[in-house]
């Protein structure tokens, strides 16, 4: 069974078992989470939102919280000898997908 949640404004398709990476989230690792935004189930039968399923959920575990890689950000102007250099680390959440309800 797998099911499509929204959380931080994107989409995911999960399963149970699955560990999945999102935008941060203020908790702490351990904590149990419980998705209500469950827009399709799927598996045997496949149930769809308009926009989302009724009384389905999805309740994942915070596994990790962390920092992605450093992503450089170079911006010059031509011809004027200007120029930066930023990096930035985006902070996520890992999560572990523990139950898919309908």
Known sequence: MYAVIKTGGKQYKVAE???LKVEKLDNIVGDTIEFGEVLM??????????????GASVTAKVA???RDKKILVFKSKRR???RKLIGHRQYHTV????????
Do not use: C
């Open 17 to 19: 078992g699955d560990f």
């Open 41 to 54: 189930i799927g598996g045997d039968a496949v149930k769809v939102g308009a926009p989302l399923v009724a």
């Open 64 to 66: 990790v919280q962390g």
């Open 80 to 82: 004027k000898n200007s």
């Open 95 to 102: 999560l572990k997908i523990e139950k898919i309800s309908a």
